[in-house]
């Protein structure tokens, strides 16, 4: 064969007959040699069984030959290389040491590579060897720059991802087939095979129909103590018990103790102990009953033991919203009126209202024989219990129509500093008139005036009806906005009934005055009828009528709107409690967790005092540490047509944060709001320093490679031999036209003749 045209040869058949002649043909040869033999079983002597056989056979095969006409075909062939990726792992787990003390996974895996020279040379020679980094992301690797391309800072690890990436072709545009796939990396996964391998990812790789092998690195010797996840709801309801659930995952404790704590904002509220009998993750559950509603960061933290592999992970943080499952409300009622039975009725039909109402229907003065307070109702009115040891319990507390002088009601007197205080520490009021309440009432006489946001003006009562005006101010207000625009809102109040009478009261310095009597009026500003204000941190509204229940009753029998009052009160209870919808200073960060190194970005909004859009107010957003109560960034904004601005601060570290946004305009404070942010102090990549070659072996194992457990170079690796590509010339020299196959045939069967007739067989 002359190598320099011709590279391969194969055995072919030149016969012009057809494949099944051919069959045919040497069946029936076969069959000849068969009954041959057959045929000498009647000779005696065993020598002369042999020659003849081996003369018969001679023949038999040179028959074949000459039937078969059997070739050498002569090709020039080119094998085509295929592709083999080798992937390396870049995550940031590759930074953790492979055993205690040892060199870092990535260091590993670098001088794996640069010790295998050799070895990719050889299978250069044969494939296309490409060679990548690989994180989140696939990158094509550089020799001359593997140092700098294979530092550990990837944020997350997605084997799986890679490895279809690599199938796809990397990004190389040479089309040519795949032969294999190695992985070097520690396993620790954490997108699609996080969970192990799944039906989904099993079925992706038997697609492939290239063995995948692993190389792992890293050791189970470690030491380390992490939380790895938590489970709670999004949202818990203040006073109301959550449970809280952590999972406490262990490497190289044995059999230990390890205290657990969970904080809100510094403050331990609960602690565990965890048992551990070897490694493993051990589930801890914290139950406690939020006291208060508001957005707060809260961490499950266990301490830093020596020669841990990794501090940072020992702690993690969440937000959780606490809200009010139902609104607590005590109302305590003079005497009865139509407008005490549509309010009660309508606060009792609330499912998110817990109503507690008591009602004094006659007092000591209406009868001279009553000896005692008790005498006064069917059960003990416990005015002490509520107004001392529960009020702080309620959320509401309104008074219609109520007597507190001594001779009048239950000594009530003594009592209303506590409600001052209480509406100041933040609690809500509301007071609704009656010849019981405000001027009438003598309230100007104490503390809780204080609080009110209006005073009476020394005139009696007006009963005559009118139809109540809203007022600038209420056109915009959250409370008035009993319809869904501006136009609407004002068409509904056009339709509510009137009122029969008002008390003649003026508003307060500060106060808002949202409904007001059309043409009665005091130092030249109308009489108000629904009036707001703040105390301290608390909220009161005052209603100087006691017929608004015309609001639903009398306005649906005239045809109007009967569901004006129904809306009233509900938006009154949501701006009385502090809904935070409705609060003029709002910040929500886009995003309560953050991981480390990312910045935390929130979205500010404000509202002027009558709730129309504060553009061009100046907003200051802060970042405090939640368990310090330390500021620890400050930024500035404008805010837009619509009231908002977004602001971003730079990544601060890990821990739990509150953010404080105020408005502004000039030295007008239009109020703060507030949001809460959890920096992660590990990522996803840091918070398991294990390495889980389980989960390479699967690999492996799913698509016929194999796993090695960091060798000193990279070995021989199961992988699918390249096509060889038949190209240029072919050639066919035929074997059987020699002289000696024919001299065989007729050699062989003359011998046997001459042989037969020696021997004396006929």
């Known amino acids: 064969m002359d190598s320099t045209l011709y590279n391969e040869w194969r055995l072919v058949s030149l016969s012009p007959f057809p494949g099944w002649a051919l069959a045919l043909l040497v069946v029936a040869a076969l069959a000849g ?44 062939t080119t094998r085509v290389k295929n592709r083999v990726a080798v992937l390396v792992d870049r995550s940031a787990s590759m930074s953790f040491p492979v055993s205690p003390g040892g060199p870092t996974r990535g260091e590993t895996a670098l001088k794996l590579l640069r010790d295998s020279q050799g070895t990719l040379a050889e299978l250069a020679s044969r ?51 795949l032969s294999g796939i190695v992985v070097v990396s520690d396993g620790a996964d954490n997108v699609e095979l996080a969970d192990g391998l799944s039906p989904k990812l099993r079925t992706m790789l038997k697609e492939l129909q290239v063995p995948v092998s692993a190389i792992a690195i890293g050791s189970a010797g470690l030491k380390d103590l992490g939380i790895e ?11 109301n018990t959550i449970d809280v659930t952590a999972t406490v995952r262990v490497h190289g404790f044995g059999n230990s103790e390890i205290p657990v704590a969970l904080k809100r904002e510094g403050r331990v509220i609960s602690s565990k102990t965890v048992k551990t009998t070897g490694d493993g993750t051990y589930p801890v559950t914290f139950s406690f009953a939020p006291d208060q509603t508001g957005q707060f960061v809260f961490t499950v933290e266990a301490p830093v033991f020596a020669d841990e592999a990794v501090a940072t992970n020992n702690s993690r943080s969440f937000v959780l919203k606490v809200i009010r499952d139902r609104v607590r409300v005590l109302m305590v009622v003079g005497k009865p009126s139509w407008d005490v039975r549509f309010l009660r009725g309508l606060l009792k039909q609330d499912p998110n209202v817990d109503l507690i109402s008591f009602f004094i229907l006659r007092t000591a003065g209406d009868d001279p024989h009553v000896m005692a307070d008790d005498e006064l109702s069917l059960i003990p009115f416990p005015v002490r219990e509520i107004f001392v040891e529960q009020l702080r319990t309620f959320d509401l507390v309104i008074l219609q129509n109520f007597a507190y002088e001594p001779d009048r009601s239950y000594s009530m007197g003594m009592y209303l500093r506590n409600v001052r205080d209480y509406i100041k520490d933040g609690g809500a009021f509301v007071m609704i008139g009656g010849d019981n309440s405000f001027g009438e009432g ?56 009137e009122v029969d009478g008002i008390q003649q009261t003026r508003a307060r310095p500060g106060a808002q005055v949202l409904l007001e009597h059309p043409f009665l009026s005091e130092g030249g500003k109308n009489l108000p009828l629904v009036t707001l204000g703040e105390f301290g941190r608390g909220r009161v509204m005052a209603i100087t009528a006691d017929t608004t229940w015309n609001w639903s009753f009398g306005s649906a029998a005239q045809g109007g709107n009967g569901r004006a009052y129904d809306h009233f009160w509900n938006n009154a209870i949501r701006w009385l409690v502090r809904d935070p919808d409705l609060t003029p200073v709002k910040v929500a960060a886009e995003k309560a967790g953050v991981e480390p190194g990312e910045p935390i970005a929130a979205v500010v909004s404000a ?12 907003l200051v957003l802060e970042l405090v540490q939640a368990d310090e109560g330390r500021m620890v960034a400050r930024q500035k904004a ?41 920096v992660r102090a590990a990522g996803p990549e840091l918070a398991d320093a294990a390495p889980r070659p389980e989960l390479l072996r699967a690999l492996a194992e799913a698509t016929g490679g194999q796993l090695y457990q960091a060798p000193d170079r990279l070995p021989e690796v199961p992988l699918i031999d390249p096509e060889t590509v038949e ?8 074997i059987w036209d020699r002289w000696w196959s024919l001299a065989i045939l007729v050699g062989a069967i003359g011998a046997e003749w001459a042989l037969r007739r020696r021997w004396g067989y006929a």
Not at 229 to 239: C, Q, S
Not at 727 to 734: A, H, Q
């Open 127 to 177: 494939f296309n060897v490409e060679l990548y980094a690989f994180d989140r992301d696939l990158e094509a690797l550089d020799k001359e720059h593997l140092a700098d391309q294979l530092a550990p800072k990837g944020t997350v690890t997605d084997i799986a991802g890679a490895i279809r990436a690599a199938a796809s072709g990397g990004g190389a545009a040479s089309g040519r087939k």
């Open 442 to 497: 003598r309230y100007e006489r104490t503390e809780l005036q204080e609080a009110l946001p209006v005073e009476p003006t020394g005139q009696p009562v007006t009963v005559d009806p009118f139809k109540a005006r809203l007022t600038p101010e209420g056109k915009r207000h959250p409370v008035t906005a009993v319809a869904s625009s501006g136009d609407a809102i004002e068409k509904a109040w056009s339709e509510v009934a």
């Open 229 to 239: 996840k938590i489970a709670v709801d999004d949202f818990a309801f203040v006073r």
């Open 727 to 734: 190209v240029g010339r072919r050639k066919d020299l035929p």
């Open 607 to 618: 509202r002027e005092a009558d709730y129309g859009p504060a553009a061009g107010a100046e």
């Open 33 to 76: 040699i068969g009954l041959a033999t057959m045929a000498l079983r009647r000779e005696s002597r065993a020598w002369r069984r042999r020659l003849q056989f081996g003369l018969r056979l001679a023949a038999g095969l040179a028959l074949l030959a000459l039937l078969l006409e059997p070739g050498q075909r002569l090709m020039q």
């Open 638 to 678: 404008i805010a837009g047509p619509d009231g908002t601005a977004r602001i971003e601060l730079l990544p601060p570290k890990a821990g739990p944060y509150k953010l404080i946004a105020k408005a502004s305009r000039g030295s007008k404070e239009l109020g703060q709001g507030e949001d809460a942010v959890a």
